[in-house]
C-alpha cells in the first residue's frame, strides 16, 4: 500500500545532542510537510517543500532544519534540542499547490523524547 | 484573520449514541477548503473528508455525516450509532486560498466513547 513511513517511531536524544528523523513516501507527492504536535496540542506547521522549494514557517525556530534530497524523502534535523523540543513530529504529504487544495496524508509520527 | 473553533474539548458518549463535533471557522477568503482529521491513540492523523466553499451540500459516509453551512461558518461532523474504535481526538481544518494549501487546525476534540 502507498504511505506516509516514518523513522524511528520513537526518538531518545540528550539535550543539545543533534538529533534527525526521517521521513518517506510512496505516494509520489509532490509536498511533504513536518508538524510538531505535543501533548493536547493540534499539529503545528514547521516548514514543507513543494518539490525542491523549501517554505519554512515565520515562527519556526532557527534549530529546526529540513533536507528532502528527493522526492521520497524527508528529513527534520534538530541541531541542538532542548526539553521543548519533546514533542510528536509528524510528515505528511499532498499531491500538491494549485486551484486545488488537496488533503494530505499523514505518517504514524516520530515521538521524540529529550532528556 | 483566519480561524477554526472546536469549542468542545472531550465529549465522552455511550457506545450506540449518536454524537455531533462542532467546527466553526473564520476566513475573509471567498474560496477556501474544510477537512476533518481523526488522531486514534496511535497518533497518525486519518483524514475523513474535504470540502470546497462552493459546495454546501451534505455528505455521509457510513456512520459519519458533515454538515456545511457557510451562513453560520460551520463544517460539522455527526457519527452515528457510535462504536468504541470512534474513540480519537477529531481536529477540524480550514485552507484559506491565500495560504495555498497550508492547514489551519482547530485545537480538536476528544471523543470518548465507552462500552
Known amino acids: 500500500d502507498a504511505m506516509v513511513i516514518q523513522n524511528p517511531r520513537y526518538q531518545v536524544t540528550q539535550f543539545g545532542k543533534p538529533v534527525t528523523l526521517s521521513c518517506s513516501q510512496t505516494l509520489n507527492h509532490n509536498v511533504m510537510y513536518w508538524y510538531q504536535q505535543k501533548s493536547s496540542q493540534a499539529p503545528k506547521l514547521l516548514f514543507h517543500?513543494?518539490?525542491?522549494?523549501?517554505?519554512n514557517e515565520a515562527d519556526t525556530p532557527d534549530n529546526f532544519q529540513s533536507r528532502r534530497p528527493n522526492t521520497s524523502f524527508c528529513f527534520l534535523d534538530i541541531r541542538s534540542p532542548g526539553l521543548g523540543d519533546a514533542a510528536m513530529y509528524l510528515c505528511?504529504?499532498?499531491?500538491?499547490?494549485?486551484?486545488?487544495?488537496?488533503?494530505?496524508?499523514f505518517g504514524p509520527g516520530t515521538r521524540l523524547t529529550v532528556t | 484573520a483566519q480561524k477554526v473553533t472546536q469549542a468542545q474539548t472531550e465529549i465522552s458518549v455511550v457506545e450506540k449514541e449518536d454524537v455531533t463535533l462542532d467546527c466553526v471557522y473564520e476566513t475573509r477568503d471567498t474560496t477556501y477548503y474544510l477537512f476533518w482529521y481523526k488522531q486514534p491513540p496511535s497518533g497518525e492523523l486519518v483524514f475523513l473528508i474535504r470540502?470546497?466553499?462552493?459546495?454546501?451540500q451534505n455528505e455521509i459516509s457510513g456512520r459519519y455525516s458533515w454538515n456545511f453551512q457557510k451562513s453560520t461558518s460551520s463544517f460539522n461532523f455527526t457519527i452515528t450509532a457510535s462504536q468504541v474504535v470512534d474513540s480519537a481526538v477529531y481536529f477540524c481544518?480550514?485552507?484559506?486560498?491565500?495560504?495555498?494549501?497550508?492547514?489551519?487546525f482547530g485545537t480538536g476534540t476528544r471523543l470518548q466513547v465507552f462500552p
Open positions: 481544518a480550514l485552507s484559506a486560498w491565500g495560504n495555498t494549501d497550508k492547514l489551519i
Open positions: 505528511a504529504t499532498s499531491r500538491g499547490k494549485g486551484d486545488t487544495h488537496y488533503e494530505q496524508y
Open positions: 470540502r470546497n466553499s462552493f459546495d454546501e
Open positions: 517543500y513543494y518539490d525542491k522549494d523549501f517554505n
